[in-house]
């Protein structure tokens, strides 16, 4: 699985002029089909479909899902969405205050929050770095009230930085540059087979 830009046409210009390249060993991807359709969730309950290109490498022959970096692997709400939810979870509020603001199942919601704070020493300690490395004069967020606000203060804090570096990344929300950051895994561990 590789993440990529939102726009379809930019990504099978770049599939064909073999400017994507494998995350395993660094050789050019060539287009081999599509994924499954996935049905996405949007803000405001808006619905829409994708059907992610799928891509070969050339050279270890292992295929690989291009996923828009609006989605993330496995799930089914837009970065956005689940990333707002992490961030209202992060001002302390439980999973079911943080689903009925969304206006999303209580389960939904709960495995989001299960999956980040299992994974937010690791998102902290990565986003800390990404901040380091690209601010001038890094100022480290305050601790917060728990490890789970702690991340997600990391991927805010490198995000800004980022942004004061690149100014076109103020375009790009700070969910999106976290999934491009980490090839979606913001959730999980390994990035999904497809
Ligand atoms: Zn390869």
Redesign the pocket.
């Known amino acids: 699985m590789l993440i990529v830009d939102a726009d379809a046409v930019r990504v099978e210009r770049q599939l064909l002029a073999g400017e994507l390249t494998?995350p395993?060993?660094g050789?050019p991807l060539v287009p081999w089909g599509h994924g499954r359709l996935r049905e996405v969730r949007g803000d405001l309950g808006v619905r829409w479909f994708v059907r992610p290109r799928r891509s070969r490498?050339s050279?270890?022959q292992?295929t690989h899902v291009l996923l828009p970096e609006a989605l993330w692997p496995r799930r089914m709400d837009a970065a956005e969405v689940i990333g707002a939810g992490l961030e209202i979870a992060a001002l302390g509020m439980g999973h079911r205050q943080v689903a009925a603001c969304l206006g999303l199942s209580d389960g939904t919601v709960r495995g989001w929050i299960r999956r980040f704070r299992s994974r937010s020493e690791d998102v902290r300690r990565y986003f800390t770095v990404t901040l380091v490395a690209l601010a001038v004069d890094p100022v480290m967020p305050e601790p917060a009230a728990s490890p789970l606000s702690d991340a997600v203060s990391a991927i805010a804090a490198a995000h800004r930085a980022a942004a004061m570096k690149w100014p076109q990344m103020n375009t790009v929300s700070r969910w999106v540059f976290a999934g491009r950051a980490i090839d979606g895994r913001v959730l999980t561990c390994t990035p999904s087979a497809n």
Do not use: E
Request: charged share 0%; aromatic share 0%.
């Open positions: 494998c395993s060993c050789a490498c050279g270890c292992v």
